[in-house]
């Protein structure tokens, strides 16, 4: 196996362009675990720890651009009140040593439909930018999820960062694993209210082949919400809300759980994050007013 | 820790610092906390080669053919064998000898060893088992345990004639083992019909208890080195180092004396290390090519290594006056003993002596069966067939209190054993029993604060689900549940159970000092800790040196059933005393008291030897000068007997003891999620040899009993492990563990060297039906398999196959 | 295909050539016999394997040993100074923090990581919403060492063994 560690960005793009089938690495711990168990035997590894940007967070146009490498922890630490869904699912990863190791950037090139940062990016209509030697360029992460471990980046692409709105409305993420710490989800659900567009971003994991979002329910809170007073919603149509993202799951019964607990779970999860949001969203009107 | 009636031993001194009752440092603290105490995986020689192991792809399969020849031309690799090869013997076993050292005819299970490889390097040997080939005929698994045991029509695991058959057992087809226990009305013939008339209440229920690992920290490991008399030195991390040199030698072909053990560091055991795994196979390696050999297994490859904890279904039937007065009660348990016997003669031994629990119940029918099928082998786990029944009848208790209108405390105590109780095997318990004292201070135990009163109710870290943000409050109902367990302490039915201590008195460097050597296996219970407490309190001397164990020195039993500071304990005591003697001889021969005088006048304290009458008679070092006293013994519990094979009669157990918890959950009924809130323990251990490590043994058997409760399960589908991982395999966390209070008790038993129980079990048998009592109590469902799985909880079909 | 790096192990220089499979953890454990850090799962999720890795802990397994190159390693080994036990390390001792140890070098290592990040103020992977001064109660220990199992149950003494640790370090 092919061991390349470029100490630059451009070097890690040709390297990306010449070892297409190269596996990026940085902090190790999805691309590690597949090495130990020898069900990937990748030709070749990119190592990108030494790529000092991976790590930087700043503003980008609006967004918060956020390295593919920064690790969990910074998340975390720093950038809590910028992404906070993202930071809820971030203090869910794993374990504290995986956190300080692991970030966004590995969740998105492993894309297993069990890592904990796709239904918040999912959810706050984030952008990943791809990046290889014939450019850059940025897809939706609502575009970017294809098949079960397939994305949108293409062989010579690397992840170099995402990019997050401003939070413009309350934001959730609710994770179900059967013990209280180092647990892969059994379900997990992303909530992100936006407004100023009045919209409503969903995100669900750990039931479908990929990341998925529930569209139907997506369109049916924004209609329903009071965007203007933040009254609660009734009882129906949160349990109307809860459905239709129960819904819009695909999930498998595995070891984990089966898929009818899955789809119960995510229709509980979703009518606790409205509630949130609606208490969250009357605190901001408070404020402003 | 609170603990009562502590009271000094007679004829003890206190002055000698840490003794037995204090709680001195383990002597191998320092060199754990550094990462210098070496473990089996860290063994390393120069020049050693490493060893894999082919398992079986398929639970059930005839072996046609194997072919080893691609393997051998890979460069680096120094050997491949297969049951060809074995040298003597080509079966072991615990109790049968029905397990091959490696496949030969056909496959019982998946993950059965097949061929084994010597390499220069641990990937060279995995890349050579990717080239044997071995020919398979696939058969139909043996999956279904109950029918294992009750189908005449089941196909058979092991062919009819090709075992040597333990009528003692009732073994026949496919049982390894069918007890049944007949007392009052049944014992005299009469149908449960008749029985049932007796009853005011009836209840029936129906559990069962999924298959649990031992999940030890430290996968199998060791490491085997070829000796010039061409023998083998083996330094492996086991329970019984003596049981695994019996099983080893005759399948190597050697006599035992050439089967040299060292106990090499042990990285949890809990029952797994009793049956052997890469041991014999290492020794063949080493053997076949002259170098060392090591073997590591992964954590997958751990999962197919040992024996787990039995699978149990578990049929109830229990009738009362309308007062709570127990009348009869039936069982029907089976055992999946999987493809091997392993331990399971014996766990059937203790499912059905115990399977009514600690009651009182004039008339008892058990019908235990231990099966063989073709799922993953399962034996000896930390409370060993108790866990199960235990999980059975103290959910029946609270199903009955329920029909009954009852407490289900007030329904224990009025039912439960004490001194001078049978229990249904017809044995009196003849030590001390306070399981209602032990049930009304579990209730009196303060409750945590109701969550209304917590600082920040909604803060995740209390809530089920933590941080992971399911719930801020919502959903969320607290439980309380009680659970008793009875358990019995050292090897039982019969079997000659004994430890062998040697300890060594002399002069270093002008002070006296002792050595104690034994066999027995430190596996983290603090044994170690416990045998320099005893030689220090029964020689007064401060200093004292454990030796490595290994087989230089008799047997010890085996680090299991709780026996080994009984066992062990009585032994070092038994030597001590041995030495203690011949001090006093040589005092009496120095004339430094009278002929005559009674040695019960002398004591040895601080390093001295002290007449009651005339205080200090002289120091340790001036008596001994050069001289060193050694003294080996064997120490012996009293005799057990067989449990009758057709009515199950018989005073089959040592000791017995036992443990009370009270579990207060919070579940979030929504979404199926339980946190422990709180796990307090109630423990008779007769006496307290080291208060500290006592608490870790009721912490680390609490914890276990939680993870069954909540989230051990090994998944077996068609004989097929489905999660043989650490990411699915769920272990608790410090997060899932809460804390406890402990209450000990101290009623001694006075057959046990210094009055003390075993301890280190109880705690697994009572933690588990405790929590699920407390999570029905919570959520009202009727939660009958443990461990509980949200779905359950949340009222919704567990995930199939 | 193999590799030169160079580790610095608690404190001393290794040159040394590794194949660029190896972990973190085999290169400790089978080329330079650092056996502290233990093998217990193979992917992270036991934390037997916890190394301070410059300064912050991570899981040796899942991290490649030529990716370290350069770095400063410091296993259960290397904590103490002067033959005197670090105080984690004692207090674990003290307060029989372990059973079989297997787990304990990794969660000494944990332990002092972990200090060091409540030390430098880092919030809690906790919290809502996450307290800016972190408050190493019980709990919070309890939060800040999941990443660590111990199949012997011995959490309780654990936790009373950081906090007597946190106490002597204050």
């Known amino acids: 196996m092919d061991f390349l560690s470029p100490s630059t960005w451009e070097e890690a793009l040709a390297a990306k362009s010449a070892h297409p089938d190269a ?267 | 820790m609170a603990s009562t009636s502590t009271r000094a031993p007679v004829g003890l001194s206190s002055v000698t610092r840490d003794g037995i009752g204090a709680s001195p440092r383990r002597p191998d603290g320092t060199l754990k906390v550094t990462g210098e105490f070496a473990y089996s995986s860290d063994m390393w020689m120069e020049d050693m080669l490493w060893g894999a192991t082919l398992r079986s792809p398929h639970p059930h399969a005839e072996i046609l053919g194997i072919d080893v020849s691609g393997a051998l031309r890979l460069p680096g690799v120094y050997a491949v064998l297969t049951h060809e090869d074995v040298p003597g013997e080509k079966r072991y076993g615990l109790e049968y000898r029905d397990q091959p050292v490696l496949a030969f005819g056909k496959v019982r299970y998946k993950g059965e060893p ?435 164990s290994d087989t230089r020195v008799g047997s010890a039993g085996s680090s299991s059933a709780s026996r080994q500071s009984y066992m062990t304990g009585g032994a070092v005591k038994t030597a001590c005393e041995a030495v203690r003697e011949r001090v006093f001889a040589l005092v009496r021969e120095r004339g430094l008291v009278e002929d005559g005088h009674p040695d019960a006048l002398l004591s040895l304290s601080g390093g001295k030897v002290v007449s009651a009458a005339e205080g200090v008679l002289i120091s340790l070092a001036d008596l001994l000068g050069g001289e060193a006293i050694e003294e080996t013994r064997e120490y012996h519990h009293r005799p057990t007997q067989m449990l009758d094979p057709s009515r199950g009669q018989g005073s089959s157990h040592t000791q017995f003891g036992m443990c009370v918890h009270r579990a207060v959950v919070d579940v979030d009924v929504e979404l199926g999620l339980v946190k422990v809130v709180a796990l307090d323990a109630v423990q008779d251990v007769g006496k307290v040899m080291h208060p500290q490590q006592l608490a870790g043994q009721i912490q680390g058997a609490s914890a276990q009993g939680l993870g069954l409760a909540l989230m051990e399960e090994i998944q077996v589908h068609d004989g097929v492990i489905r999660n043989p991982s650490f990411t699915d395999y769920l272990i608790p966390t410090i997060l899932d563990t809460p804390p406890m209070r402990i209450d000990v008790l101290e009623h001694p038993d006075p057959h046990a060297p210094y009055g003390l129980r075993g301890a280190g079990e109880p705690p697994t048998l009572s933690s588990t039906p405790a929590i699920v009592a407390a999570v029905r109590n919570a959520t009202g469902r009727p939660l009958t398999h443990a461990p509980v799985r949200p779905e359950d909880i949340v009222g919704i079909d567990p995930p199939q196959g | 295909m193999e590799s030169d790096i160079i580790l610095r192990v608690n404190g001393r220089e290794w040159p040394l050539r590794v194949d660029t499979r190896t972990t973190l953890l085999d290169a400790l454990r089978e080329r330079l016999g650092v056996t502290s850090p233990k093998k217990g799962c193979d992917h992270g999720q036991c934390g037997a394997c916890t190394v301070l890795l410059d300064g912050r802990r991570i899981n040796g397994c899942l991290v490649l040993a030529v990716a370290c190159d350069g770095s400063e390693v410091v296993t259960a080994e290397g904590l103490g100074t002067d033959g005197e036990l670090h105080p984690v390390q004692q207090a674990f001792v003290d307060h029989d923090g372990f059973q079989c140890g297997y787990c304990t070098p990794g969660q000494v290592c944990s332990a002092v990581g972990m200090l060091e990040e409540v030390a430098a103020g880092w919030p809690s992977a906790a919290g809502r919403p996450v307290a800016d001064t972190p408050v190493l109660d019980d709990a919070e220990i309890r939060e800040r060492m999941s990443g660590n199992l111990c199949r012997c149950g011995a959490y309780a003494n654990i936790v009373t063994a950081v906090r007597a640790a946190k106490e002597v370090s204050r």
């Open chain 1, 23 to 289: 596996v990026p690495i940085m902090g190790g711990t999805d691309v590690m675990v597949e090495l130990n168990f020898g069900r990937r035997r990748p030709p070749a590894l990119l190592d990108l720890t030494r790529i000092p940007q991976l790590r930087d967070h700043g503003p980008d146009d609006g967004y918060l651009r956020l390295g593919a490498g920064v690790p969990y922890t910074t998340i975390i630490e720093r950038l809590r009140d910028r992404s906070p869904a993202l930071a809820q699912a971030a203090r869910a990863v794993a374990s504290p040593q995986i956190r300080n190791r692991g970030s966004v950037g590995g969740n998105l090139g492993g894309a297993s439909p069990a890592g904990d940062a796709h239904p918040p990016l999912l959810a706050v209509d984030a952008l990943v930018e791809l990046a290889s030697v014939r450019g850059v360029r940025r897809v939706a992460a609502r575009e970017f999820y294809h098949g079960p471990r397939r994305t949108a980046r293409r062989d010579d692409e690397l992840i170099s960062a995402v990019l997050l709105p401003e939070p413009a409305g309350p934001q959730s993420f609710s994770k179900i694993g059967t013990r209280n710490a180092m647990v892969i989800a059994v379900a997990s659900f992303s909530l992100a209210l936006d407004a100023q567009a009045r919209t409503v971003g969903t995100g669900i994991g750990s039931a479908g082949p990929t990341p998925l979002r529930a569209i139907e329910a997506e369109k049916f809170l924004a209609s329903e919400f009071d965007w203007d007073g933040a009254a609660s919603p009734s009882p129906a149509t949160v349990t109307r809300f809860g459905e239709l993202v129960a819904s819009a799951a695909r999930p498998i019964d595995d070891v984990r759980g089966s898929a009818h607990y899955r789809r119960h779970a995510l229709s509980v999860m979703a009518r606790r994050a409205v509630s949130w949001a609606v208490t969250d969203y009357r605190k901001e009107i408070a404020r402003c007013a």
């Open chain 2, 114 to 548: 097949v061929a084994i490889v010597a390499a220069d390097h641990p990937e060279t040997a995995r890349r050579a088992l990717e080239r044997i080939k071995v020919d398979y005929r696939v058969l139909e698994p043996v999956s279904d345990a109950r029918r294992a045991a009750l189908d005449p029509d089941c196909p058979l695991v092991h062919e009819e004639g090709s075992l040597p058959l333990h009528e003692e057992h009732n073994q026949r087809g496919n049982r390894v083992r069918y007890q049944p226990i007949r007392t009052g009305a049944f014992a005299d013939g009469a149908s449960v019909e008749e029985v049932r008339a007796l009853a005011d209440v009836v209840v029936t229920g129906e559990y069962e208890v999924g298959m649990q690992d031992q999940a030890f920290l430290g996968p199998e490991s060791g490491l085997a080195v070829p000796a010039e008399d061409g023998g083998v030195d083996l330094y492996i991390a086991t329970q019984w180092l003596h049981v695994d040199q019996r099983q080893i030698a005759p399948c190597l072909g050697l006599p035992a004396d050439k089967v040299r053990l060292t106990l090499a560091g042990v990285g949890g055991a809990f029952g797994a290390r009793e049956d052997l795994s890469m041991q014999i196979h290492a020794c063949m390696l080493a053997l076949h090519t002259g170098k060392p050999v090591k073997f590591v297994y992964n954590r997958e490859e751990s999962f197919f290594g040992h024996v787990h904890r039995h699978p149990a279904t578990m049929r109830y039937e229990h009738g009362a006056k309308r007062d709570g007065t127990l009348v009869y009660a039936t069982m029907e348990i089976v055992l999946d003993g999987g493809a091997y016997a392993s331990a399971t003669p014996a766990v059937v031994g203790v499912a059905s002596s115990l399977g009514i629990g600690p009651y009182e119940v004039p008339h008892v029918s058990v019908d235990a069966y231990g099966v063989y099928t073709t799922n993953p082998p399962c034996g000896a786990m930390r409370g060993f067939g108790a866990v199960q029944a235990c999980f059975g009848y103290e959910s029946q208790m609270d199903r009955l209190a329920a029909e009954l209108g009852m407490d289900p405390v007030d329904l224990r105590i009025k039912n439960a054993v004490s001194q001078g109780s049978r229990i249904i095997t017809g044995q009196e318990i003849d030590m001390p029993m306070p399981m209602a004292e032990m049930l009304r201070r579990a209730r009196e135990m303060p409750l945590p604060p109701d969550r209304s009163s917590l600082p920040a109710p909604s803060d995740p870290r209390t809530l089920p689900g933590g941080v992971a943000n399911t719930s801020h409050g919502e959903g969320i109902v607290r439980g309380i549940g009680y659970g008793v367990g009875l358990k019995n302490l050292c090897f039982s039915e019969g079997f000659d159970d004994y430890s062998t201590a040697r300890v060594r008195l002399e002069v270093v460097g002008g002070e006296p000092a002792v050595t104690v050597h034994t066999a027995a296996a430190e596996v983290g219970q603090g044994l170690v800790t416990v045998k320099g407490q005893i030689a220090r309190t029964e020689l007064g001397v401060e200093r004292v040196t454990i030796l490595p």
